[in-house]
């Protein structure tokens, strides 16, 4: 079983703070992925990062994959209200076959 | 990226009784899963549903229990069988589409089912 250590598992924040989600395994990665939920949808997925130190934004969102490719960050700058949701990261393998999904952490942003 | 119908979207289902979730695809998909979700937590894979032959079931999942079926290439079942409220949970349909290595996945917006 390949595991994926995801913290925190809950984040209440106020409007305009900073945060920064880790996911953290023992395990290599072929790539890393993160998505993000809203109650009664489906996870929607917002990046996949794939070389070591790979560092991509969407927007006021920065990814971060580790060097060795087990960890990734996920930092949102300026939280909005609009961000509140379930960030899940998932991990894929390609001995694998399957993404491993980490525990997930809900964001409430207050406004 | 590929559109997902799911449906029921929410169900409230006696002991005892089964249900079949439908997933449907906008287009024709080599890679389809079932996952289960309990509400804010993480996803757990249930099977892989291949087109043609019978489904790839993860470790804690029979086909007894959750059988699955696979016609085409854009359509898929789960049914949840002799159901008590234990599996009273979000059952999510999802695609895969690999591009270099990764395997990322569309999701359905999940069938809300309450047993009593």
């Known amino acids: 079983t390949q595991l994926l250590e995801q913290s925190p598992q809950f984040l209440s924040i106020q409007e305009g703070e900073n945060l920064t989600v880790y996911c953290n395994s023992s395990?290599?990665?072929?790539?890393l992925q993160w998505y993000r939920q809203e109650p009664g949808e489906g996870p929607v997925l917002l990046v996949t990062?794939?070389?070591?130190?790979e560092v991509k934004k969407l927007k006021r969102l920065t990814f971060q994959f580790g060097d060795a490719r087990k960890d990734s960050s996920l930092h949102i700058t300026a939280a909005q209200p609009g961000d509140t949701g379930l960030y899940l990261c998932a991990g894929y393998k390609e001995s694998y076959g399957k993404l491993t999904f980490g525990q997930g952490t809900i964001l409430t942003v207050h406004p | 990226s590929a559109v997902i119908s799911q449906k029921p979207s929410r169900d409230i289902c006696q002991r005892g009784t089964s249900l079949t979730i439908q997933c449907q695809v906008d287009?024709?998909?080599?890679?389809m899963f079932w996952y289960r979700q309990q509400p804010g937590q993480s996803l757990t894979l249930i099977a892989t549903a291949n087109q043609g032959s019978e489904a790839t079931y993860e470790s804690g999942f029979v086909i007894d229990k959750f059988p699955i079926s696979r016609p085409n290439l854009t359509f898929s079942t789960l049914t949840v069988s002799n159901m008590s409220p234990e599996d009273s949970s979000i059952y999510l349909c999802?695609?895969?589409?690999?591009?270099?290595?990764?395997?990322?996945?569309?999701f359905g917006a999940g069938s809300r089912l309450t047993v009593l």
């Open positions: 287009s024709q998909v080599t890679m």
């Open positions: 395990s290599v990665f072929s790539s």
């Open positions: 999802s695609v895969g589409q690999g591009s270099s290595g990764a395997n990322v996945l569309t």
């Open positions: 990062v794939v070389t070591g130190g």
